[in-house]
């Protein structure tokens, strides 16, 4: 039976990862493919310049939701902890490789988010003070989220006191960072410097 409910929550968890959120509100506000303008990317901050702020922020909550209630039904079914380890990376890879785009999906930062605040709640204080921050200095909104998610291996490792939870996030995170490297590559090759890649003239500013 335990068999049945490891495999049941890992399959849960990627089709819930799989739903597409910012490519159905991309069909619906703009009737276009939201993999094909701006960024390319189908998540939450293409959709906030693409589409608009509030589409973007619903689009953020409902992969951040899908997130947490992948590791949330882990959870309930009653696996051991690592299961629910292997669910969260399973949803972050179906949002990047969604059987239901035929696996052309997105990065997955907004998902993690969603994961680490449902396993280390004690974090999302600390997240959202570094966010603040990070946004008031380089005007950098895609950069403002993903930096903060760099803290989370501390914070498992020294407010949980778990070193489980430090290999966990760190591993979970290296799945949207691998993914978006040529994304960096390409910007750096429209901007000036890094220094502009990483510090925005204003939050209007993209390449």
Known sequence: ????????????????????SAYFIGRLKKGTDI??????NMGAMNVFYSVGFWWGALVLAMDAGKGAAAVAVADAFGVPEIVQFLAAGAVVLGHGFPVFLRFSGGKGGATCIGILFFVMPWGIPIYLGIFGLTLLLTR?????????????PFIGWLMY???E?????????????????????????????WG???????L????
């Open 1 to 20: 039976m335990e068999g049945v409910l490891i495999a049941l929550a890992l399959v849960i968890a990627y089709l819930l990862g799989s739903i597409p």
């Open 35 to 40: 993999r094909e303008v701006g960024s390319r």
């Open 140 to 152: 950098y909104p895609t950069f403002s989220y993903s930096l903060p998610l760099l803290a989370f």
């Open 161 to 163: 006191d778990r070193w």
């Open 165 to 193: 939870l430090a290999v966990f996030s760190t591993v979970l995170l290296m799945i949207p960072l691998i993914r978006y490297i040529p994304r960096l590559k390409e910007m750096r090759g429209k901007a000036e410097n």
């Open 196 to 202: 502009h890649v990483f510090r925005r003239k204003s």
């Open 204 to 207: 209007e500013d993209r390449f």
